[in-house]
């Protein structure tokens, strides 16, 4: 209903509340506006109207009564609405559609606002048809009190002036577990502890010296001593020939209040580790700045956010990452040196504030020791973990005097500090917050470049040192951002796996090579092998292996057509996993690389088990290699070693023809790099490739 209609928005909240109850009492209960509108009506009235809910709200009762009668009406109420009278009256009505006459007993009191302003009337009618004796009338009186109160869902009690209870419904009864006869005369204070009846007893004192209506909070103690909560509607009343007495209505909250206490914590706390989430904090951090306001006093945030979490989580599962969360968090609680508020953002953030700081000096060694606390090792399901933990901390006045500064700015020094290479602590700097506005904007442009499919592969020719033919192709991911041009894959590829995208990018690379083997094929160019680098996050992927079938059969590929790259410190992260799903990946046929070898820390007896086909030897050994004599015997002794395992080597970054003739006396087998070919687009490197094949014809 449209809340322009209440008058008194309290007593309609109620009735509203009450209207399951109201419309089983057998009786006629009404609401007027000051305007002697209809606000509320109960089921009866609107059967005896024959009129629905909507037709009568709003409306004047002379829409549905014999005019006359209902001229007779209106007066009434006009002594209720504007001269605050309490009626008891007898009335006759017929109703316009029916023609219906009935006789009723109606008792109309006034509603009155905060300001005690009469805001509408209150009535209640008994049909007494056919019963005309005051005897009658007396008894539907009654009755009509009698099956109101009695079946309220409520505590609804009547006291006197000086607080004694002079009607007190089952519910009442049932609270004090007493009868009614030993709670009809007593008051508040000879039913409960004085602590409780003394709150109670001063809102009845103020309902009768204000004349108004008047609704709170209360406490009650029962029989059992269980303190519950209510909220209480009382208003006063002056019947003819009585004295003033009040009404109240009481109806239990505590079930309520629990629920919002309950809610509350959940709004403000994180649900994994229980300390208290973003939106607690930052409201933490905006006392905190007021009170740093007004004392001149300086305070800091920290972010701290576990490197490459996502990795564990895609290793260990959400249930073993969550328990490194718990306790990471459990070690952060328990640091009592720590003098700051500590909140979980998410995932692997964890945010503290330091109020009252230092020098900047007091704050860095304090990160610092917060880094080394998260960096200790994490035992999870009988294994150890050991992760790195990257800090940013901004600070007021300097970097802000907002909450969102603040935080935004603890951020963007918290990517600094990965960017940097992570597991160190950065403090904010003007210049970072552009280079965190760009990574936002190239993180929006990232997700709408794999919603419009805006990557593209290029390929870049492999050839075979022994007959200087096409050994192959590698294909290599680009973007052409628009606005910006070619994307560097070192800037947007990083970005992809910590947003979670990459997993999508790299089984669009998959898909995508394995389309262009399936034109070659038909185009005639012969089995032409395509390699694709593997993440991280791809290795690990449970998907990885039925993608990869389904694709092959799909696209009618041979498997050894297809190959697949993965780095050296991805082998050895966790080897165990690294070997197992290598070799189903080898079992398929498809062939396997080692990108960059030897810029990691390969371990030669889990080297010997990869089930691999080859080495791809990192540039960074090849650029010097010509005139390095120390370069020159890496290279060799990789590509001895490798051969003795039984695998193929393959040069990348060879730009020179002296690194070729350096790579070609030492034994490599396969070279890649601009000497041959720079990454081409798919028109350009068919036709090199349709080239050699012409040439080899």
């Known amino acids: 209903?449209?809340?322009?209609?209440?008058?008194?928005?309290?007593?309609?909240?109620?009735?509203?509340?009450?209207?399951?109850?109201?419309?089983?009492?057998?009786?006629?209960?009404?609401?007027?506006?000051?305007?002697?509108?209809?606000?509320?009506?109960?089921?009866?009235?609107?059967?005896?109207?024959?009129?629905?809910?909507?037709?009568?709200?709003?409306?004047?009762?002379?829409?549905?009564?014999?005019?006359?009668?209902?001229?007779?009406?209106?007066e009434g109420d006009k002594r209720v609405l504007q001269q605050g009278q309490e009626l008891l009256m007898e009335e006759e009505l017929v109703v316009r559609k029916t023609r219906e006459k009935r006789l009723f007993w109606s008792i109309r009191i006034p509603l009155r606002d905060i300001n005690g302003d009469i805001s509408?009337?209150?009535?209640?009618?008994?049909?007494?048809?056919?019963?005309?004796?005051?005897?009658?009338?007396?008894?539907?009186?009654?009755?009509?009190?009698?099956?109101?109160?009695?079946?309220?869902?409520?505590?609804?009690?009547?006291?006197?002036?000086?607080?004694?209870?002079?009607?007190?419904?089952?519910?009442?009864?049932?609270?004090?577990?007493?009868?009614?006869?030993?709670?009809?005369?007593?008051?508040?204070?000879?039913?409960?502890?004085?602590?409780?009846?003394?709150?109670?007893?001063?809102?009845?004192?103020?309902?009768?010296?204000?004349?108004?209506?008047?609704?709170?909070?209360?406490?009650?103690?029962?029989?059992?001593?269980?303190?519950?909560?209510?909220?209480?509607?009382?208003?006063?009343?002056?019947?003819?020939?009585?004295?003033?007495?009040?009404?109240?209505?009481?109806?239990?909250?505590?079930?309520?209040?629990?629920?919002?206490?309950?809610?509350?914590?959940?709004?403000?706390?994180?649900?994994?580790?229980?300390?208290?989430?973003?939106?607690?904090?930052?409201?933490?951090?905006?006392?905190?700045?007021?009170?740093?306001?007004?004392?001149?006093?300086?305070?800091?945030?920290?972010?701290?956010?576990?490197?490459?979490?996502?990795?564990?989580?895609?290793?260990?599962?959400?249930?073993?990452?969550?328990?490194?969360?718990?306790?990471?968090?459990?070690?952060?609680?328990?640091?009592?040196?720590?003098?700051?508020?500590?909140?979980?953002?998410?995932?692997?953030?964890?945010?503290?504030?330091?109020?009252?700081?230092?020098?900047?000096?007091?704050?860095?060694?304090?990160?610092?020791?917060?880094?080394?606390?998260?960096?200790?090792?994490?035992?999870?399901?009988?294994?150890?973990?050991?992760?790195?933990?990257?800090?940013?901390?901004?600070?007021?006045?300097?970097?802000?005097?907002?909450?969102?500064?603040?935080?935004?700015?603890?951020?963007?020094?918290?990517?600094?500090?990965?960017?940097?290479?992570?597991?160190?602590?950065?403090?904010?700097?003007?210049?970072?917050?552009?280079?965190?506005?760009?990574?936002?904007?190239?993180?929006?442009?990232?997700r709408i470049a794999l919603i419009e499919k805006q990557f593209e592969l290029y390929y870049q020719p492999k050839i075979r040192l022994a007959d200087k033919q096409v050994a192959g192709v590698e294909a290599l991911l680009r973007w052409n951002r628009p606005m910006h041009g070619f994307m560097s894959p070192a800037l947007f590829i990083p970005l992809a796996e910590s947003l979670g995208l990459i997993n999508q990018i790299g089984d669009w690379v998959i898909e995508t090579a394995c389309q262009q083997l399936s034109a070659w094929s038909t185009q005639g160019l012969g089995e032409v092998q395509i390699a694709v680098n593997l993440s991280p996050s791809q290795l690990t992927s449970s998907t990885l292996l039925d993608r990869v079938k389904l694709l092959l059969a799909q696209y009618a590929i041979k498997p050894n057509m297809l190959e697949m790259e993965v780095t050296e410190s991805m082998m050895m992260h966790n080897p165990e996993e690294a070997i197992s799903k290598l070799q189903a990946l080898r079992e398929l046929n498809i062939q396997l690389y080692i990108d960059d070898f030897g810029t990691g820390y390969s371990s030669m007896s889990y080297l010997k088990r990869l089930p691999i086909n080859a080495l791809k030897l990192d540039r960074s050994f090849i650029i010097h290699m010509a005139t390095d004599p120390r370069d020159a015997d890496v290279c060799e002794g990789i590509i001895e070693l490798a051969h003795k395992l039984g695998l193929d080597v393959v040069a990348e970054g060879v730009e020179t023809q002296a690194q070729y003739d350096a790579l070609l006396e030492r034994g490599c087998d396969i070279i890649q790099g601009y000497l041959y070919s720079r990454p081409l687009p798919i028109e350009q490197v068919s036709r090199f490739l349709l080239k050699h094949l012409m040439c080899k014809a």
């Open 1 to 74: 209903m449209p809340s322009s209609r209440f008058q008194d928005a309290d007593t309609q909240v109620q009735l509203i509340q009450l209207a399951p109850l109201l419309n089983q009492a057998g009786v006629y209960i009404f609401t007027k506006d000051h305007a002697d509108r209809y606000t509320f009506v109960n089921e009866a009235v609107c059967k005896f109207y024959q009129a629905s809910l909507p037709e009568i709200l709003g409306q004047k009762a002379e829409q549905f009564l014999e005019l006359g009668l209902a001229k007779i009406l209106r």
């Open 120 to 446: 509408g009337l209150f009535g209640i009618s008994i049909d007494i048809t056919g019963r005309r004796s005051i005897a009658d009338r007396i008894g539907e009186h009654n009755q009509l009190l009698n099956t109101l109160l009695s079946n309220i869902d409520a505590f609804v009690y009547m006291k006197s002036i000086d607080g004694k209870y002079l009607y007190a419904n089952h519910k009442i009864v049932e609270l004090h577990n007493r009868s009614l006869s030993d709670i009809i005369g007593k008051t508040d204070l000879e039913l409960m502890n004085e602590n409780f009846a003394d709150p109670l007893m001063e809102m009845d004192k103020q309902v009768f010296q204000s004349g108004l209506r008047k609704s709170k909070q209360e406490i009650v103690v029962g029989a059992d001593g269980i303190e519950r909560s209510f909220w209480s509607i009382k208003v006063p009343i002056k019947l003819p020939g009585q004295e003033p007495a009040l009404v109240g209505f009481s109806t239990e909250i505590t079930e309520l209040l629990q629920l919002k206490e309950h809610l509350e914590y959940q709004r403000v706390t994180d649900n994994l580790t229980g300390l208290p989430n973003q939106h607690k904090f930052e409201q933490s951090l905006q006392l905190a700045l007021d009170n740093a306001k007004r004392s001149k006093q300086q305070l800091a945030v920290l972010l701290i956010n576990f490197d490459q979490f996502k990795y564990v989580n895609n290793a260990l599962g959400h249930e073993s990452a969550n328990e490194i969360i718990k306790a990471a968090a459990r070690r952060l609680d328990q640091c009592d040196w720590l003098s700051g508020s500590l909140a979980r953002f998410s995932s692997g953030d964890f945010a503290i504030l330091l109020a009252k700081t230092g020098s900047a000096d007091e704050v860095a060694m304090v990160a610092e020791r917060l880094r080394m606390v998260c960096s200790e090792p994490y035992r999870v399901a009988g294994q150890v973990f050991h992760l790195t933990a990257s800090v940013g901390v901004s600070s007021y006045p300097a970097d802000g005097d907002m909450v969102w500064h603040l935080i935004k700015h603890a951020e963007s020094a918290m990517y600094h500090a990965k960017d940097q290479g992570r597991d160190q602590i950065q403090f904010y700097s003007a210049h970072l917050s552009k280079a965190v506005s760009e990574r936002i904007l190239l993180e929006r442009d990232l």
